[in-house]
């Protein structure tokens, strides 16, 4: 019984010698292919300190598409990083900025605001379980704490947790050696031919549901705390909503609710609103139904973005 029992402590420590071999392995490849992870890109971050953090799902990810985001700290002399993640709402993106903050300073926020993100746990709680996010972000033992925390008080499923410290999506992850590149980012160059159907369809898969006073009035306190979180580090908070085609503007649902929560919200904080998402109507800036590619990203910063970053940094 005694020899019986060596025989499977040497087994069990074997086997669990192997998978944390195989867990370190997969650890490096996300380093060796990140790309769009917040995570990894706090991670890598090469310096301590920024002029801006941006926060949003994945309308803010264009501003960080091939070689953008050097573009703008080029033409502004700003240190700008990128922490946007898709179909991520005010509860992830405040669970992502908590990280950076742990390590790294900003003097600035900009926060880009789609209503859809704060109506469903879709885009909050259930993020947190989205294997292609936790694939690629980085093991770290503070994410670690912060996660079961999040577990423990907002109401995140403790499968994300488990699925995190066994690494069990990123062991399996059969896109493990490519670039970990939101697909949008490869058709960041296109030239989108609207498409009703298309943008009914899309409309349906960020609103599943009809938007409900009590959702929106959820996770506004959660994106109050986020701005919270910000104002108490003394970070300058702003929120615009970036450009989108008017087809794909008239059939987001109860906006103009949405608009005046927000706003009431920010007025009280002092924050300011900015509403471009009208500003560039023609379907030439679009890379699909709501995404702006390179000629609407560059359009929308020469006209509007630039003025935002450099006015607000040389208040400081």
């Not at 996010?133 to 079961?148: V, Y």
Request: a neutral charge; hydrophobic letters at 45%; aromatic letters at 14%.
């Amino acid at each position: 019984m005694r020899h019986l029992a060596k025989s499977a402590v040497l087994f069990l420590g074997i086997g669990l010698a192997l998978y944390a071999a195989l867990f370190y392995a997969a650890d490096l490849l996300v380093y060796r292919t990140g790309k769009s992870n917040p995570f990894y890109k706090i991670a890598v971050a090469n310096q301590e300190s920024f002029d801006w953090v941006i926060l949003d799902a994945s309308h803010a990810m264009p501003l960080d598409f091939a070689d953008f985001n050097g573009f703008m700290e080029k033409e502004t002399g700003l240190h700008i990083i990128n922490l946007a993640s898709p179909g991520s709402g005010p509860l992830y993106n405040r669970f992502v900025f908590e990280q950076f903050l742990a390590n790294h300073r900003t003097r600035n926020l900009l926060y880009i605001v789609d209503s859809f993100a704060f109506y469903q746990p879709t885009w909050n709680e259930e993020r947190f379980t989205d294997a292609k996010l936790l694939g690629r972000t980085p093991f770290d033992a503070m994410i670690a704490r912060r996660l079961l925390s999040y577990c423990l008080h907002e109401d995140v499923d403790f499968r994300a947790l488990l699925d995190y410290i066994t690494g069990f999506s990123k062991i399996n992850n059969r896109e493990r050696f490519e670039r970990d590149l939101w697909e949008g980012e490869k058709q960041f160059d296109r030239v989108f031919r609207p498409s009703p159907a298309m943008t009914k369809s899309r409309i349906s898969y960020l609103y599943p549901k009809p938007p409900t006073p009590a959702g929106l009035a959820h996770y506004l306190q959660v994106f109050d705390g986020l701005v919270t979180l910000a104002q108490q580090q003394g970070i300058h908070v702003v929120a615009i909503k970036v450009p989108v085609p008017p087809e794909f503007q008239s059939q987001i649902p109860s906006e103009a609710e949405f608009d005046a929560a927000m706003n009431g919200l920010l007025g009280k904080r002092q924050v300011a609103f900015l509403d471009f998402s009208g500003a560039l109507a023609e379907s030439r800036f679009y890379f699909d139904t709501d995404h702006l590619n390179r000629a609407g990203a560059t359009e929308f910063f020469e006209t509007h973005l630039k003025a935002i970053l450099l006015a607000t940094a040389a208040r400081q």
